[in-house]
């Protein structure tokens, strides 16, 4: 479709676009959806001058609003947070608005991927720990974490979330999961409340799940 070509960027539907970038389009990208290339890029094109000056508005202001709140810290360096005091500074300024009504969102004609489907989190800062294990267990599904730090959980007799580890909570967080286990795989005989060791065990050169009870 398109030779390799040496310079960084090339010119396409008024665009200047990364060269391997189109590349990826034009030889991997477009020929798998039916799709030009070059109608592809006219669309993008479409798109950026739409939206260009919109996101240059919105860019400014976002540098504006930031310049008011640091400058309002360094007036105040070295004396205690006034929370009340910031907070109404910010809604002064507009950083803060009203908190609106209730609203419905309309997901019609729209990818099970934005509309159904819990995504990860694909980047997090590495030097914290709470968003890098967050991170991991939406990964991995951690029942345990989700249920934890959402009201599927009711936070009653004590199981508030708090800022550290609710063992009570815990034991409801538990509780909760292994019910949900009875309903979704459940044994053979007996509850997973009941269980007190889960271990997978080669045998006859198969995975068997063996879940010993009390």
Known sequence: ????RDEP?????GLRVAVPLYDLIANEIAPGLGIEPDAFWSSVAGIVRDLGSKNRQL????????????????????????????TKYLQDIGYLVPEGSDFHIDVENV??????????????????????????????GSLYDALYGTNAIDE???????RSYN????RKVIAYARD?????????GGSYADATDITLTDLDGRKHLTVVLK
Not at 64 to 81: C, N
Not at 156 to 162: F, I, L
Not at 181 to 187: K, P, S
């Open 1 to 4: 479709m398109s030779e390799k």
């Open 9 to 13: 960027y090339t010119d396409v539907g």
């Open 59 to 86: 860019l400014a202001q976002r540098d504006a609003l930031q310049t008011k709140i640091d400058d309002w810290h360094r007036e105040r360096k070295g004396e205690p947070l006034d929370v009340a005091a910031h």
């Open 111 to 140: 990818d099970d991927e934005i509309a159904e489907i819990a995504g990860p989190q694909l980047v997090v800062p590495v030097d914290n720990a709470r968003y890098a294990l967050n991170a991991a267990n939406a990964r991995w």
């Open 156 to 162: 009653s007799n004590g199981a508030e979330k708090g």
């Open 167 to 170: 063992p009570v909570r815990g």
């Open 180 to 188: 949900f286990l009875d309903q979704a795989v459940g044994l053979a």
